[in-house]
């Protein structure tokens, strides 16, 4: 019988692959419902095992099958998704599992919700002065934390790439099935890779049959209530939770009627519970029973915490998480594509402008002023094209215009780098080729905005 092995604890298991290529088990990177996930000595692989509802290995998992197949689908090229190198070795005594990618420097969205240690260790630091007077201690370290790792503009722009490689799945008839903060990852550069892991549950879209697997807090209604599987639409509801909770800082559903329930209103006299409803308000509202905090038409479970979505959402934004957790809650064939996803929340964070003084970002056209610290404006450049419009901060000094600028939207290439590279200086109004490359096309304009006083 296999030892028990504490997480972050060194393993000693040595796991033969079907290549007979031997893997030493170092420390436990991530432990889930589906599985445990181990790094080795291989800097640049890991090792996924299933583990059954007790938490034990399960060698009933039918890996060897399921991952031959993933094997076969017709994955868009150069699409970037963790995908299984090796199944391991399937004979007697052997171990389940198989042999992954990992990604080196980079991190899990999960990075971007201030929990655990990362909170005991900035709990420590003072906070800045516009934060001094948040009364609630907890929202301004959420807050400070926020700022830390990039702020809405940087979490817009990870989230969109997110959603081009789900747009990308999608269009080849492909399911990814159980979107979370764990299973998507992003490195720390200035224009950073994300690529999505765990591509156990990756698949065709069926008619019918099928098991379907979620994260808590991330799936479909349809999928919690037991009466569809995984579809392009319930990957469209996970990413739409993942990206609301990620920019706004709460949860879709979890508003005043969970937070501050009224008695009067869960009363002898309440309405009574839709069938199949659980009695925990929580799972409740997880299960899409209770409105969307934002929901225009209903209020009764209205936001009490996070950010204002003014802030962190364009209009086309929460207009898509209305038409995803409003009319697409109870109609998921409403839900908007993640074509659209891919595309508002890439033209949200080209919008975007850092306030140098908290670090803390904002749409530059809705504000002459920060909202978070009320410094003015900074001055930036406005490139824009007949096609797109980004926003590049006054102290940059060199920067490249993006493929979006001058060809059609595309979920592959729209952050290639262009044969146009610039040169700023603000001070003399000038934006110059840099030497040796291509001059800029006539359809490209610059406009100065000067710091708002």
Same mark, same amino acid.
């Given at each position: ?69 993933? /094997? +076969?689908?017709? *994955?868009?090229?150069?699409?970037? &998704?963790?995908?299984? @190198? ?6 007697? %005594? !052997? ?59 940087? /979490? +817009?722009?990870? *989230?969109?790439?997110?959603?081009? &490689?789900?747009?990308? @799945? ?6 990814? %099935? !159980? ?275």
């Amino acid at each position: 019988m296999n030892k028990r092995y504490i997480p972050g604890v060194e393993s000693p298991k040595h796991l033969a692959d079907e290549y007979d290529y031997l893997h030493c088990l170092g420390r436990e990177l991530a432990r889930g419902g589906q599985g445990v996930v181990y790094r080795t000595s291989d800097d640049d692989l890991a090792v996924k095992q299933p583990l059954n509802a007790a938490g034990e290995l399960d060698n009933t998992a039918g890996l060897r099958k399921r991952f031959q197949n993933i /094997r +076969l689908l017709p *994955l868009p090229p150069r699409i970037p &998704i963790s995908m299984p @190198l090796a199944i391991l070795r399937d004979k007697p %005594g !052997d171990e389940p599992g198989y042999v992954m990618r990992l990604l080196n420097g980079m991190k899990p969205f999960s990075h971007f919700n201030l929990n655990g240690k990362t909170k005991i260790e900035l709990d420590k630091q003072p906070l800045p002065q516009w934060l001094m007077n948040i009364p609630d201690k907890d929202f301004a370290l959420n807050l400070f934390h926020y700022a830390q790792t990039g702020s809405t503009r940087r /979490r +817009l722009y990870a *989230l969109a790439k997110c959603a081009s &490689i789900l747009a990308r @799945l999608h269009c080849a008839g492909l399911v990814y %099935g !159980d979107i979370s903060p764990e299973n998507v990852f992003a490195d720390e550069g200035e224009k950073f890779d994300v690529w999505l892991i765990d591509a156990d549950n990756l698949r065709f879209e069926l008619a019918k049959g099928g098991k379907s697997v979620y994260t808590p807090h991330y799936g479909a209604p349809e999928i919690i209530r037991g009466l569809d599987q995984s579809r392009p639409r319930t990957d469209c509801w996970a990413f739409a939770v993942l990206a609301f909770t990620t920019i706004a800082l709460c949860h879709p559903f979890i508003g005043k009627n969970v937070l501050k329930p009224n008695d009067e209103e869960n009363g002898w006299d309440a309405e009574p519970a839709a069938d199949g409803a659980p009695d925990d308000l929580n799972e409740k509202a997880y299960a899409g029973f209770l409105p969307f905090v934002d929901d225009k038409d209903d209020d009764s479970n209205a936001s009490v915490c996070g950010l204002p979505r003014e802030l962190t959402a364009t209009p086309e934004l929460r207009l898509l998480f209305q038409d995803t957790f409003g009319t697409g809650r109870t109609k998921p064939h409403r839900r908007p594509s993640m074509a659209f996803w891919a595309f508002e929340l890439t033209r949200a964070s080209d919008k975007s402008l850092l306030c140098p003084n908290c670090k803390m970002s904002y749409f530059a056209d809705s504000h002459k002023k920060c909202p978070y610290c009320a410094k003015p404006r900074p001055a930036f450049v406005r490139v824009k094209t007949q096609r797109w419009e980004i926003i590049v901060s006054a102290d940059t000094n060199e920067f490249s215009l993006p493929h979006r600028l001058f060809n059609p939207f595309s979920f592959e290439h729209n952050d290639d780098d262009t044969e146009y590279d610039a040169l700023l200086d603000f001070t003399k109004k000038s934006v110059q080729p840099v030497r040796g490359t291509k001059p800029f096309p006539e359809n490209l304009a610059f406009i100065f905005e000067e710091v708002v006083k």
